[in-house]
């Protein structure tokens, strides 16, 4: 099985612009979840989807949102991107009946400046 | 927020040594999981073990779960240089899906 795809895998955005990353989950795997990982913070959970609803988010600010689609391929936006969003993001998916195992990708390196 | 935190937070050893390291925790969980992580790329799933279990192997790897001191080791037997890496481990609590993950071990394995 292929694992989970992260597009693009490097990022170069300015300030104040805005970001879209992809993510395509395992086949059969149908939660999607999003960490953000920094040098000071390390890895943070953004927000997890399964079957098109958000269903936890964790604590960002609104700039940042997702959504996934039906064929469970999912989307992260950041608007009016900062500095402090440079990090290294991070989308994993996992089975309906064991959420907690997740499988990473190789993740989108976002540079902002 | 992190509830883990990893012990030491960097070791360096030679190949063919055993590699301990330990995960502290906060709250009750339901799991805990062991990740590796390469040069700032992605989490590599190492191993899951269940907060009614107390020992789990998987190959060269050997991970201790004690609920009660709410603590985690995850030995790494005959270490290669490949093995050199962050290691993460990761904790859910019972109904919830979200991983909190601790600010990790790093490990250099020199030939």
């Known amino acids: 099985k292929a694992g989970v795809t992260q597009t693009p895998r490097y990022l170069i955005k300015t300030r104040g612009q805005q970001v879209t990353l992809s993510c395509s989950p395992i086949?059969?795997?149908?939660?999607v979840s999003w960490y953000q990982q920094t040098p000071g913070q390390g890895l943070q959970f953004l927000f997890e989807y399964f079957s098109e609803t958000q269903r936890n988010k964790g604590n960002f600010p609104g700039r940042f949102s997702g959504r996934q689609f039906s064929n469970s391929r999912s989307e992260m936006n950041v608007s009016t991107l900062e500095l402090g969003d440079s990090a290294l993001y991070l989308c994993?998916?996992?089975?309906?009946?064991?959420?907690?195992?997740?499988?990473f990708g190789p993740g989108t390196r976002l540079t902002v400046t | 927020s992190q509830q883990g935190e990893e012990d030491p937070q960097a070791l360096s050893i030679q190949e063919g040594e055993n590699a301990t390291m330990n995960c502290s925790y906060k709250?009750?969980?339901?799991?805990l999981q062991w990740y590796r992580q390469n040069s700032g790329r992605g989490l590599v799933h190492l191993i899951l073990i269940r907060s009614n279990e107390r020992e789990k192997h998987s190959g060269r790897l050997r991970v201790t779960l004690d609920t009660s001191k709410k603590s985690s080791s995850l030995l790494i037997t005959a270490s290669r240089a490949a093995d050199t890496a962050s290691y993460f481990c990761a904790t859910d609590a019972r109904g919830y899906s979200t991983l909190t993950f601790g600010k990790g071990t790093m490990l250099l394995v020199s030939p």
């Open positions: 709250t009750s969980i339901n799991n």
């Open positions: 086949s059969g795997h149908r939660s």
């Open positions: 994993a998916s996992s089975l309906e009946g064991q959420p907690y195992e997740q499988y």
